[in-house]
């Protein structure tokens, strides 16, 4: 036991802070045992920082905070650990960093105050980001409603992929200070290491996902127990929800699978049940694909950025020989077509046109008016159309937005929210 009057260090004190929130919310204890925890005097992390999976605090600033304060910070970054913030919205920050850091603390930050602040045992630290406006927003929403893609600087890049297009004032990792931008909004207080969580392995990041998913949910049956109100930011997590750029990855490199040449290392499984082995087909090139982009008035700029977005992430991923854009309502109003050695002028180039209604039909039907053979089309869309689905020749992948009662007749369907974009 310390001796009355006698100074506590910041290793110390960071210490108490971890155990009073493992017993006053005991719901994230489980988040709070994942990766390493650490006093640092790295000048690079001034405050705190966490790259997803360990966290360090800066000793100055730690000296500056009260115990509430500083349990407040503790929360933060078990919150970005606990949604996944630095994967799950890499793609944003790809975009402007600054925006999707300040969206970010945001939602947490409105969260911990409202589910742990009322009784003034946490408070946010001064520089802290929030606004009641944003309840219930989510990163995402929060996301697009902050950023302005006519400041200077601020262009997207797209697709999540590389080094990306710093906005002003912003570094690629921090947010910290009061707002330089005079747009209102806080820097924040923390740092977030978006190089540092890119730089994990695959099993690495595979490891720190099946760590947090079991500690929600040993969490939620605690609180559960409780009858904790934390439980509501655990419950939320809870909810099944499909990583939709994931689902168009795959569609796009299974169903644009050519076969080129053909190799006996890995059989051919429609012939493995009669007993032949036969060699299996294989591609390292796609060679025509298509993305149809909903351009009805119903559309707006948010999503029609998300639409170039995956444009550029597509092109990443499988590097077509040819890449067919269309923009759309009642009829094609645009048309687009690039050579693989002109893939990466596409986000530079594309024009969004259209505004009218919404009838998808006249996409495939200009594709079979001017011969376009595409092996696979990504539409995106809203769903609310007139007459049907149209007539497809070829395999298509629907992404939805908003609208789970949107069908498709035919082709692999992904529902997303405003949210998950």
Avoid at 195 to 211: C, L
Wanted: with cysteine; charged share 25%.
């Amino acid at each position: 036991m310390l001796a009355v009057g006698k100074q506590i260090t910041e290793e110390q004190r960071l210490s108490k802070a971890v155990v009073a929130v493992m017993g006053k919310v005991p719901e994230i204890a489980g988040l709070l045992m994942i990766g390493e925890r650490e006093i640092t005097d790295d000048p690079s992390i001034p405050t705190a920082c966490t790259n997803g999976r360990d966290e360090w605090y800066g000793r100055a600033f730690v000296a500056t905070l009260t115990d509430a304060e500083l349990r407040f910070v503790v929360i933060h970054e078990v919150f970005h650990k606990m949604y996944r913030h630095l994967v799950t919205w890499a793609h944003l920050w790809a975009i402007c960093p600054r925006t999707a850091n300040i969206s970010m603390d945001y939602d947490i930050n409105g969260k911990i105050i409202e589910e742990y602040g009322q009784d003034g045992w946490v408070k946010m630290p001064d520089l802290g980001c929030h606004d009641p406006k944003y309840k219930g927003w989510g990163t995402a929403k929060i996301f697009w409603d902050i950023y302005d893609p006519d400041a200077a600087n601020d262009k997207p890049q797209g697709g999540g992929q590389g080094e990306p297009q710093d906005c002003p004032g912003e570094s690629t990792s921090t947010s910290q200070g009061n707002s330089p931008h005079g747009d209102g909004h806080p820097e924040g207080f923390d740092s977030h290491d978006w190089g540092g969580a890119k730089d994990m392995t695959a099993d690495e990041q595979r490891e720190i996902q099946r760590e947090v998913d079991e500690a929600i949910r040993q969490g939620a049956l605690v609180a559960g127990k409780m009858g904790s109100g934390g439980a509501r930011s655990l419950d939320e997590l809870l909810q099944p929800k499909v990583d939709w750029r994931e689902v168009l990855r795959e569609f796009i490199q299974t169903t644009c699978a050519g076969k080129d040449f053909s190799t006996w290392k890995r059989p051919n499984r429609r012939y493995m049940g009669t007993g032949i082995y036969m060699p299996s087909g294989v591609s390292e090139k796609v060679q025509c694909i298509a993305e149809h982009n909903d351009m009805s008035g119903s559309i707006g700029k948010r999503e029609q950025q998300i639409m170039i977005s995956e444009l550029v992430g597509i092109c990443e991923a499988v590097k077509p020989d040819e890449l067919h854009v269309s923009y759309w309502d009642t009829e094609v109003c645009g048309y687009e077509k690039y050579m693989h050695e002109e893939l990466d002028t596409v986000a530079s180039k594309t024009e969004p046109v259209g505004g009218g209604g919404t009838d998808v039909r006249c996409v495939p039907a200009y594709l079979r008016e001017h011969n376009i053979k595409p092996q696979a089309s990504v539409v995106f869309t809203d769903g609310y159309l007139y007459g049907g689905w149209g007539e497809w020749d070829h395999p298509v992948l629907w992404v939805i937005v908003d609208n789970k009662s949107a069908k498709p007749d035919h082709g692999v369907t992904v529902h997303v929210t405003s949210e998950d974009l």
